[in-house]
């Protein structure tokens, strides 16, 4: 299970332990949500905790230093899930280097097209970074070669056209789109988009390869932000979600 | 300079500016998008009736006018404004919304969406939707519908629904964000005509191509009228879409100076004003690279303007091609100064522009009386018709305090 949270949310010094607290309950990847001002391919729920992450002061170099913080303690991967114009500001030759020394596996541009990735790839790449990319239910055939071309690590498979958020059920397209990309590519495919419940884990799970959530995680990080049981909480609700048993507490 | 104008290159690129950086879902849409446009472009059977309705229906070919009343006090150049300002809905707006809205329904397209500032935009895509007789959503900023109340009850007057948001600075930037949000969701059935010569590609040419009819028409008018090119064409610039369109036909005449104003606010503190080329570096926002006024974190800066229809963070990418070039030059125009010439324009000539508009008129009016012999061409691309409140707020001498309600 892929589980993504907005880093710096409720407050940058909180990013390391939330992670941990994830990978207790199930987690096997992370995706580090880079805050922006603008976030076009999002919801209400991670706008509002993008809104929230500013607010509290979060910043490029400040969702590294949380992945170190990570790093110290465990070897789960990271995936930096952003915008471009941080990145772009910050500088794609730097960022490789620094999201590299600071234990960061690979980088999601949301609103970077293929079209415009070459030079940010292969900076990445001279880093050892993975790159991975998008693939829609609106790809064509053309496109979707392309994405695979150019993801490294695994494909991030959009189960609808849409924003962010979670969602009473799985798009149907995604079936057919997993199925073009099988043929297309031998990387990994993870699915995400809406996906919020156990049973849209169990059902995408029968398909892909992992399963990612964002929204739901970040409504919990939302509800119980002030509140010092949040790990514990988030803990829980990663357990339940990806359905991994209860370890017995002694 | 030639070779400006056969830009862009195949992937919308302005050299390094434009491009699409837009979520995958969006890329297939933008391509189909794209080459409606370029079929579309070429038949004669769509530019004919789209010739059609911009002579019939929306009131082109646009005057020029010589103002002499204003030339001859400032006592200088020869200043003579494009009317856009007479078109129908009142801006130059309606002449990308009728090519749009054609192309719209040449798709298939049952639902429009579009974005609005000033509400200028908007009220042209509630215009042309219902024309065609579709359904029509405008986002607007809750700022800027505060500021443009009357804009908000014409759109919806046309049969539109005006959808507020109240995300960010509650202007223009957070109206696109949440008009591309829709865009995405409803890809299928919805077409999202974009006002500005922003976003991804093909929006900035597409804009551009069919505002270029401004300055097409506007080269003819001044060579009939003042028998030579201008010395200088004034424009304001919030995503740039009327100044690209008057800029477009003068790009290859290279002793005309092109000159963009964009909005010098209240101050040039970040935060304070929408001049990106006073206080921006390029970067990514909403689809295109170009220049953009951001913090040291890349995450983008409150705006600010008296006027809704330049208060945007992000300059057109093909503003930005000209800046690098040294093609055209772009300046800071402070609310105060737009204000004055507003009120300028209105005493001599007896009319009153777009807030807009009146920080091209700000900069003509600025450089006059050192301009003698020469030739200003000033793009009037809208009428002040529906800032009257912001006037009325801004000029309280003209309102005796009794008979204002708002203070």
Same mark, same amino acid.
């Given at each position: 299970?892929?589980?993504?949270?907005?880093?710096?949310?409720?407050a940058?010094?909180?990013? %390391?332990?939330?992670?941990?607290?994830?990978?207790?309950?199930?987690?096997?990847?992370?995706?580090?949500?880079?805050?922006?001002?603008?976030?076009?391919?999002?919801?209400?729920?991670?706008?509002?905790?993008?809104?929230? &992450?500013l607010?509290?002061?979060?910043? +490029?170099?400040?969702? +590294?230093?949380?992945?170190r913080?990570?790093?110290q303690a465990t070897?789960?991967?990271l995936?930096?899930f952003? =915008?471009?114009?941080p990145l772009?500001? =910050?500088?794609?030759?730097?960022?490789? %280097?620094d &999201?590299a020394?600071?234990g960061?596996?690979?980088?999601?541009?949301?609103? +970077?097209?293929?079209?415009?990735a070459?030079?940010?790839?292969?900076?990445?790449? %001279?880093s050892g970074?993975?790159t991975?990319f998008?693939?829609?239910?609106?790809?064509?055939?053309?496109?979707?070669?392309?994405?695979?071309? =150019?993801?490294?690590?695994?494909? =991030?498979?959009?189960?609808?056209?849409?924003?962010?958020?979670?969602?009473?059920?799985?798009?149907?397209?995604v079936?057919?789109?997993?199925?073009? !990309?099988?043929?297309l590519? %031998?990387?990994?495919?993870?699915?995400g988009f809406?996906?919020?419940?156990?049973e849209?884990?169990?059902?995408?799970?029968?398909? &892909?390869?992992?399963?990612? &959530?964002?929204?739901?995680?970040?409504?919990?990080?939302?509800e119980?932000?002030g509140?010092?049981? !949040?790990?514990?909480?988030?803990?829980?609700f990663?357990?339940?979600?990806?359905?991994?048993?209860?370890?017995?507490?002694? | 300079?030639?070779?400006?104008?056969a830009?862009?290159?195949?992937?919308g690129?302005?050299?390094?500016y434009?491009?699409?950086?837009?979520?995958e879902?969006?890329?297939?849409?933008?391509e189909?998008?794209?080459?409606?446009?370029?079929?579309?472009r070429?038949?004669?059977?769509f530019?004919?009736?789209?010739?059609?309705?911009?002579?019939?229906? @929306?009131?082109?070919p646009?005057?020029?006018?010589?103002?002499?009343?204003?030339?001859?006090?400032?006592g200088?150049?020869?200043?003579?404004?494009?009317?856009?300002?007479?078109l129908?809905?009142g801006?130059?707006?309606?002449?990308?919304?009728?090519g749009?809205?054609?192309?719209?329904?040449?798709?298939?397209?049952?639902r429009?969406?579009?974005?609005?500032?000033?509400?200028?935009?908007?009220?042209?895509t509630?215009?042309?939707?219902?024309?065609?007789?579709?359904?029509?959503?405008?986002?607007?900023?809750?700022?800027d519908?505060?500021?443009?109340?009357?804009?908000?009850?014409?759109?919806?007057?046309?049969?539109?629904?005006?959808?507020?948001?109240a995300?960010?600075?509650?202007?223009?930037?957070?109206?696109i964000?949440?008009?591309?949000?829709d865009?995405?969701?409803?890809?299928?059935?919805?077409?999202?005509?974009?006002?500005?010569?922003?976003g991804a590609h093909?929006? $900035?040419?597409?804009?551009?191509?069919?505002?270029?009819?401004?300055?097409?028409?506007?080269?003819?008018?001044?060579?009939?009228q @003042?028998?030579?090119?201008?010395?200088a064409?004034?424009?304001?610039v919030?995503g740039?879409?009327?100044a690209i369109?008057?800029?477009?036909?003068?790009i290859?005449?290279?002793?005309?100076?092109?000159i963009?104003?964009?909005a010098g606010?209240?101050s040039?503190?970040?935060g304070e004003?929408?001049?990106?080329?006073?206080?921006g570096?390029?970067?990514v926002?909403?689809?295109?690279?170009?220049?953009?006024?951001?913090?040291?974190?890349?995450?983008?800066?409150?705006?600010?303007? /008296?006027?809704?229809g330049?208060?945007?963070?992000?300059?057109? $990418?093909?503003?930005?091609?000209?800046?690098?070039?040294?093609?055209?030059e772009?300046?800071? /125009?402070?609310?105060?100064?737009?204000?004055?010439a507003?009120?300028?324009?209105?005493?001599?000539?007896?009319?009153?522009?777009?807030?807009?508009?009146?920080?091209?008129?700000?900069?003509?009016?600025?450089?006059?009386?050192? @301009?003698?012999?020469?030739?200003?061409?000033v793009?009037?691309?809208g009428?002040g018709?529906?800032?009257?409140?912001?006037?009325?707020?801004?000029?309280?001498?003209?309102?005796?305090s009794?008979?204002n309600p708002?203070?």
């Amino acid at each position: 299970m892929v589980a993504y949270l907005t880093a710096g949310d409720p407050a940058p010094g909180k990013t %390391a332990e939330l992670v941990l607290a994830m990978e207790r309950g199930g987690a096997d990847f992370i995706e580090l949500g880079v805050p922006f001002s603008d976030p076009i391919a999002d919801g209400p729920v991670i706008q509002r905790a993008s809104d929230r &992450a500013l607010r509290a002061g979060m910043t +490029l170099r400040g969702v +590294l230093d949380a992945a170190r913080q990570v790093r110290q303690a465990t070897q789960i991967p990271l995936i930096l899930f952003s =915008y471009m114009n941080p990145l772009v500001r =910050y500088g794609f030759e730097r960022l490789a %280097a620094d &999201a590299a020394q600071a234990g960061i596996d690979g980088v999601l541009m949301t609103d +970077l097209s293929v079209e415009e990735a070459g030079e940010p790839v292969a900076k990445l790449r %001279a880093s050892g970074l993975d790159t991975i990319f998008l693939a829609a239910p609106t790809s064509t055939e053309r496109r979707l070669r392309l994405i695979a071309e =150019y993801s490294s690590g695994f494909v =991030y498979v959009v189960s609808r056209t849409g924003i962010t958020g979670e969602k009473d059920t799985v798009g149907a397209s995604v079936g057919p789109l997993v199925a073009t !990309l099988r043929k297309l590519t %031998a990387l990994p495919l993870a699915v995400g988009f809406g996906i919020s419940k156990p049973e849209h884990f169990q059902e995408v799970g029968r398909i &892909a390869d992992a399963v990612v &959530a964002g929204s739901a995680f970040v409504r919990v990080i939302e509800e119980h932000g002030g509140e010092a049981s !949040l790990p514990g909480v988030l803990e829980d609700f990663t357990r339940r979600l990806c359905g991994t048993p209860q370890v017995a507490k002694l | 300079m030639s070779t400006i104008s056969a830009l862009p290159d195949a992937g919308g690129h302005f050299g390094p500016y434009g491009g699409r950086y837009v979520p995958e879902t969006l890329m297939a849409p933008l391509e189909e998008l794209e080459k409606a446009y370029l079929e579309a472009r070429q038949d004669p059977a769509f530019q004919s009736e789209l010739a059609g309705l911009l002579r019939h229906y @929306a009131g082109r070919p646009t005057p020029l006018y010589e103002a002499k009343r204003l030339s001859g006090n400032l006592g200088g150049a020869r200043i003579f404004l494009k009317r856009e300002d007479l078109l129908h809905t009142g801006a130059h707006k309606i002449n990308n919304c009728l090519g749009q809205i054609l192309l719209a329904r040449r798709m298939g397209k049952q639902r429009i969406i579009a974005e609005t500032g000033a509400g200028q935009h908007g009220v042209a895509t509630a215009t042309v939707a219902a024309l065609f007789g579709l359904e029509c959503a405008v986002y607007m900023g809750e700022e800027d519908m505060r500021r443009q109340r009357l804009n908000v009850f014409r759109m919806r007057l046309l049969g539109a629904r005006v959808v507020g948001v109240a995300s960010g600075n509650r202007t223009l930037k957070d109206a696109i964000s949440e008009a591309m949000r829709d865009w995405v969701t409803n890809v299928a059935t919805t077409y999202y005509l974009l006002g500005s010569a922003l976003g991804a590609h093909p929006y $900035p040419m597409m804009v551009r191509d069919f505002q270029r009819c401004i300055g097409d028409e506007a080269r003819v008018q001044i060579l009939e009228q @003042a028998g030579r090119l201008p010395d200088a064409v004034f424009a304001c610039v919030g995503g740039g879409s009327n100044a690209i369109g008057i800029f477009t036909a003068f790009i290859p005449d290279a002793g005309v100076r092109l000159i963009g104003g964009e909005a010098g606010g209240r101050s040039l503190r970040l935060g304070e004003h929408a001049a990106r080329f006073a206080g921006g570096s390029p970067g990514v926002l909403q689809g295109a690279y170009s220049y953009l006024l951001q913090d040291a974190d890349g995450q983008v800066s409150p705006t600010h303007s /008296v006027s809704a229809g330049l208060d945007y963070a992000l300059i057109g $990418p093909e503003h930005s091609w000209l800046h690098d070039q040294g093609r055209a030059e772009y300046l800071a /125009v402070p609310d105060q100064q737009a204000l004055t010439a507003a009120q300028t324009l209105a005493r001599t000539e007896g009319i009153i522009p777009a807030l807009e508009s009146a920080h091209a008129v700000a900069m003509a009016v600025e450089q006059a009386p050192a @301009a003698k012999n020469q030739i200003f061409l000033v793009n009037l691309s809208g009428r002040g018709d529906k800032d009257v409140d912001i006037y009325r707020e801004n000029f309280p001498e003209l309102d005796p305090s009794d008979a204002n309600p708002n203070r």
